[in-house]
C-alpha cells in the first residue's frame, strides 16, 4: 500500500478518510491541519500530527489529498504543496460509478452514489460530492465543487473553482465560468 497525507481534520476529512480506507490503495501515514488547537488530538482514529508547514519540511514527498471542503482554502494549499513537489493521490469511493473513458484528475475525490459518466473529464482537487451525478462529455475545471445531488447533464462546462450547489440542476451544453456559485436547488438552463 501507499502512502498517503491527508491535509485536513474536518467534515469533509472524515468523508475522504472513509474513501481512502473502504478504497484500499492507500495508507494514511499522517493527517496534518492548520489549526493548533488540534494538534495532537485524534480524528476519526488518526492523530492530527502538526499543520500543513510540518510536511513541507520533511525530506520525503509522498502523495497528498487535501481534504478541505472550502475551493478557495483547498486550492491555496494545493498550489503550496504542488511547489514544494508534492504529487497527489486522487480517491474515488467503492460505491461510485466512473464511465468509460472519463478522467479523473489527481487530488480529486468522489464520493459514494456520485456518478462520473463517459468521457467527463475532472480536472485536479476537484469534489464532486455524495449523490451528484456528471454526465457524459463534461468538463469541471480544477478546484471546482459539486455539491450532493447536483447534477450536470451532458456536455456541461464547470470553471476552476467553481461551486455547484446541492440538487443543482445544469442542462445540457452550459456553461460556468470560473470562482462562480450556482444556489442550491437552482436549474441553470443558459
Do not use: W
Request: charged share 20%; hydrophobic share 45%.
Amino acid at each position: 500500500m501507499t502512502d498517503v497525507i491527508l491535509i485536513g481534520a474536518s467534515g469533509h476529512g472524515k468523508v475522504v478518510i472513509d474513501i481512502v480506507e473502504k478504497e484500499g490503495r492507500y495508507r494514511i501515514s499522517h493527517l496534518v491541519d492548520d489549526n493548533p488547537a488540534l494538534h495532537g488530538k485524534t480524528f476519526f482514529g488518526y492523530r492530527v500530527a502538526g499543520a500543513t508547514g510540518s510536511i513541507l519540511a520533511a525530506a520525503e514527498r509522498p502523495l497528498v489529498i487535501v481534504s478541505i471542503g472550502d475551493n478557495a482554502v483547498r486550492a491555496r494549499i494545493a498550489d503550496r504543496l504542488r511547489s514544494a513537489g508534492f504529487k497527489f493521490a486522487r480517491a474515488v469511493h467503492p460505491h461510485a460509478q466512473v464511465g468509460r473513458g472519463a478522467e479523473i484528475g489527481d487530488g480529486t475525490v468522489v464520493m459514494a452514489g456520485a456518478v462520473v459518466n463517459s468521457d467527463a473529464k475532472i480536472g485536479e482537487n476537484v469534489i464532486i460530492n455524495t449523490g451528484a451525478s456528471v454526465d457524459h462529455d463534461c468538463i469541471v475545471e480544477s478546484g471546482a465543487h459539486i455539491a450532493p445531488g447536483a447534477r450536470l447533464c451532458g456536455g456541461v462546462r464547470i470553471g476552476a473553482g467553481t461551486l455547484v450547489g446541492a440538487g443543482a440542476v445544469l442542462i445540457p451544453g452550459v456553461q460556468v465560468g470560473a470562482n462562480t456559485v450556482v444556489p442550491a436547488g437552482t436549474t441553470v438552463r443558459k
